[in-house]
């Protein structure tokens, strides 16, 4: 059984590194979201160099490992004059990373809508930034719910590499308390249970808002 009171005696320290964990997670959430949304757009925009922006982002980014993307921010950035703190790094290392494949399920969304709803929409004098955003989007967006949401939970799992760069997030203080604990196994028991405290209610809402759309068609 691991010992309790190293998660009591440290409780300030896992409580930092969690609250900074959730805090990483919602801006790269909503950050991945928007960029993956225009990287989306982008894939199957009708004017070619927007399709190759979006074609060589997704291509590259998602074949390349995070903490890869992670090093460019954070030690690529200082070679050109621009220092960040890990935490940003990390975090906008995540969003850029996390973007990579919410383009890929909001295009596969896209794709499944009837072609016939947008050559209505441009016909009623829509744009085609308006048809995208008024009837085509939300629409891919509701049918690639179930995909987000592996996204996202896994976004807040590859939070964890804030802790490499020195990022305070759980796993970094982790790492401090099993220093001066020297418990190793129990200490990061505890960051486990912490991360299954974010992970298991986003599947159980993710869950719960796909049955709510299926039911209401």
């Not at 930092?16 to 989306?40: P, R």
């Amino acid at each position: 059984m691991p010992d309790i009171a190293i998660f009591t005696d440290n409780f300030e320290i896992y409580m930092k590194g969690f609250g900074n964990t959730v805090w990483a997670s919602v801006i790269a959430l909503l950050g991945s979201f928007a960029l993956g949304t225009i990287i989306a757009v982008f894939r199957i925009s009708s004017v070619k160099p927007l399709r190759w922006i979006g074609t060589a982002y997704v291509e590259f980014v998602r074949n390349i490992p995070l903490l890869l993307v992670v090093f460019v921010f954070y030690y690529g950035l200082p070679s050109v004059g621009v220092t960040l703190s890990g935490f940003i790094c990390g975090t906008v290392g995540l969003t850029v990373y996390t973007a990579s494949f919410v383009a890929e399920a909001i295009r596969a969304g896209i794709m499944s809508i009837p072609a016939g709803q947008t050559e209505a929409a441009r016909a009623s004098g829509l744009t085609y930034m308006q048809t995208m955003r008024h009837v085509v989007l939300p629409q891919a967006i509701k049918i690639v719910i179930p995909p987000l949401s592996n996204q996202f939970i896994n976004l807040v799992k590859n939070s964890s590499v804030l802790g490499v760069f020195a990022g305070f997030d759980l796993m970094y203080y982790g790492d401090q308390v099993a220093s001066k604990t020297y418990a190793t196994f129990d200490t990061y028991l505890f960051v486990a249970a912490l991360y299954l405290v974010l992970t298991i209610p986003l599947s159980l809402a993710a869950l719960q808002l796909e049955r709510r759309l299926a039911k209401n068609g």
